[in-house]
């Protein structure tokens, strides 16, 4: 698989091939593009107790849906996880997949947007969940809007299409 940089980024967009909306030329970097905050996220509920992991397993039930506007911002404490979502709604073509990766620019707070969730499948159409971590020793405040992250595309091998479980995710 080979990395698109700027110029191929710009051309398969041309092509239909990657669809990123909204999006601003600006956000189009050498080889990735940077992808803003939104303002839903899932803050994980202050309970005790066990939380089994299996394949039934939903995170809903162990989290809660909170909205920040625009302005605002939410709080994420050391060794503390929040899912949030990009404002952007990407999608691939079935000969494209691609890589969320955080910056280096906000990795040096501490601050990690996936666990091992990095890969977008083939044929991907939705917005990005961000499993946001804060790595440091202390408290961050992340402001939606914030080009929080990027994402790097690859030309696969032959094709295939993402339809599993979150095909059409647009809430964290």
């Known amino acids: 698989m080979s990395v698109l940089i700027g110029r191929e980024i710009k051309d398969a967009i041309a092509r239909g091939e990657i669809s990123i909306e909204p999006l601003e030329e600006s956000q189009i970097g050498p080889g990735s593009v940077d992808l803003t905050l939104g303002n839903e996220f899932r803050i994980f509920k202050k309970e005790t107790g ?8 939903d995170f809903a039930d162990v989290t809660e849906a909170v909205t920040i506007p625009d302005g605002d911002f939410i709080t ?16 691939l073509a079935d000969t494209m997949a691609g890589w969320l990766e955080g910056r280096s620019r906000f990795a040096r707070f501490g601050l990690a947007v996936h666990v091992t969730a990095g890969f977008m499948q083939p044929g ?14 202390k408290t961050l405040a992340l402001y939606p809007g914030t080009r929080i992250c990027q994402f790097v595309f690859e030309r696969c091998l032959g094709t295939a299409k993402y339809e599993g479980r979150f095909a059409d995710q647009a809430k964290p």
Request: charged share 15%; proline share 3%; net charge negative.
């Open 76 to 91: 994420i404490a050391p060794c503390e996880m929040i899912l949030g979502i990009t404002r952007e709604r990407i999608s």
């Open 50 to 57: 066990v939380c089994h992991v299996h394949n039934e397993s």
């Open 124 to 137: 991907i159409s939705n917005q990005q969940v961000l499993e946001i971590v804060n790595l440091g020793h």
